[in-house]
Nanobody, 122 residues
């Protein structure tokens, strides 16, 4: 499975961005997907995850109520809608495929995209 994350950019605090994670490869639409983020000098942080059907989602407490994860199976794409962005949301965001669902530990993710940078200015 190959993953391509996109949609990052520079936005002011309070603004919105939508990240996309396009998956390709055999049976890519049948995988759960998770989003992580990493600020330089900090550990990789779980953000959200969605199961293969889109019917089950989990969020980190830090983004609950502001971020929404969803998927379009026809397009093999998972989205992360980010609203009410804060400067502390600044990070490189990665999408990845887990070995089980749900799981928030990055060790349990086996395929990773290249990351997309989100910068939130105050």
């Amino acid at each position: 499975v190959q993953l391509q994350a996109s949609g990052g950019g520079l936005v002011q605090a309070g603004g919105s961005l939508r990240l996309s994670c396009a998956a390709s490869g055999r049976t890519s639409s049948s995988y759960a997907i998770g989003w992580f983020r990493q600020d330089p000098g900090k550990e990789l942080e779980f953000v959200a995850t969605i199961n293969w059907s889109g019917g089950s989602t989990y969020y980190a407490d830090s983004v609950k109520g502001r971020f929404t994860i969803s998927r379009d199976s026809a397009k093999n794409t998972v989205y992360l809608q980010m609203n009410s962005l804060k400067p502390e949301d600044t990070a490189v965001y990665y999408c990845a495929v887990p070995t089980v669902f749900p799981v928030m530990n990055p060790i349990r993710y086996k395929y990773w995209g290249q990351g997309t940078l989100v910068t939130v200015s105050s």
